[in-house]
């Protein structure tokens, strides 16, 4: 069966992550429609394909061998960001910084977390985003969620929200989000966010090749309340560099690429912090940060517990 059209042949992914690393994609397209998506997602159930969705690239990390299926970046209408009363429709392409700073020019209130997570909205939802004490699942009144049969409508409750994570398969694409906000001061909005950007920026660092948070925030005991970026710091790991990934000596919880970096180096460089932090306090940290491909976990990887 041909590939449908606008479909292209090896397209190296790096590109579209922040961090910059990895290899290419067998198939990639940019969908505007939700019956391209649905089209492109039955294409690929029927040929056996993984099926991978890209959004801002920004908690996300390429195998350098690549990965041997299609992958969609939601463009065009699935971009959109749409106001009705105190309701926006973001499309699941949608940046999720964009559609909040739309909202507070709205001036409407419920969004302003979204500034500080640079995703899409499709992204956001499958990883049930959350920053600052904001949750995507207060204010998410429904999904359209394209699959290879069709569309269909989803409300939070039946999305098995957790932290950071959803039921959400391969082959389930997010093409619109929809949010009930309430009204508010678009002043007081714009503040809000302006001191959240201000905590971000004083807290992690910005301007450098990277994909956010490494880690998940553990719930061990052990960790004693600790963040993923505490323990890290804690365990030394703060500058710990492997060809050209270490971790940030700005935030120990993001990997940066200090140039040329593969895979293979975050890897082991993730690694090796895990274990740090393991013989330090008996606590298992795991990756925050999503896979596409196949990757090679280093030897190191598995840990006693």
């Known amino acids: 069966m041909s590939a449908p059209e606008g479909v292209e042949r090896d397209y190296p992914l790096s590109r579209l992550t922040t961090v910059r690393a990895g290899g290419s994609a067998d198939f990639f397209i940019r969908p505007e429609t939700e019956d391209q998506v649905i089209e492109l997602l039955a294409w690929a159930e029927q040929g056996?394909?993984?099926?991978?969705?890209?959004?801002?690239?920004?908690?996300l990390l390429v195998s350098d061998d690549g990965f041997r299926g299609l992958v969609l970046k939601l463009n065009g209408a699935l971009t959109r960001v749409e106001r009705d009363g105190t309701h926006i429709t973001c499309g699941g392409g949608a940046r999720l910084?964009?559609?909040a700073a739309k909202a507070a020019g709205w001036g409407l209130t419920g969004l302003e977390f979204g500034i500080n997570i640079p995703g899409?909205?499709?992204?956001?939802?499958?990883?049930?985003?959350?920053?600052?004490g904001g949750e995507l699942g207060r204010v998410l009144e429904r999904v359209t969620i394209c699959t290879p049969t069709g569309s269909e409508e989803r409300r939070p409750e039946d999305l098995g929200f957790r932290y950071r994570a959803s039921n959400l398969g391969e082959r389930d694409v997010v093409a619109l989000a929809s949010f009930a906000l309430a009204d508010a001061n678009p002043a007081d909005v714009k503040a809000t966010m302006a001191d959240m950007r201000r905590r971000r920026k004083e807290a992690q660092p910005s301007g450098i090749k990277t994909f956010g948070s490494t880690f998940v925030n553990p719930e061990d005991p052990k960790a004693e309340g600790r963040s993923a970026g505490q323990l890290l710091d804690a365990a030394?790991?703060?500058?710990l560099q492997v060809g050209?990934?270490?971790l940030s000596p700005k935030h120990a919880n993001f990997v940066e690429n200090t140039g040329g970096a593969t895979t293979s180096d975050i890897l082991e460089v993730m690694a090796e912090a895990r274990r740090k932090v393991h013989d330090s306090f008996g606590v298992t940290l795991e990756p925050e940060v999503q896979v596409l491909g196949e990757v090679s976990w280093p030897e190191g990887w598995q840990l006693g517990t």
């Open 97 to 99: 910084p964009s559609a």
């Open 120 to 132: 899409t909205v499709g992204g956001a939802v499958r990883m049930n985003a959350n920053a600052y």
């Open 236 to 239: 030394g790991c703060r500058g």
């Open 48 to 59: 056996g394909l993984p099926v991978g969705v890209v959004g801002s690239g920004s908690n």
């Open 244 to 246: 050209g990934a270490r």
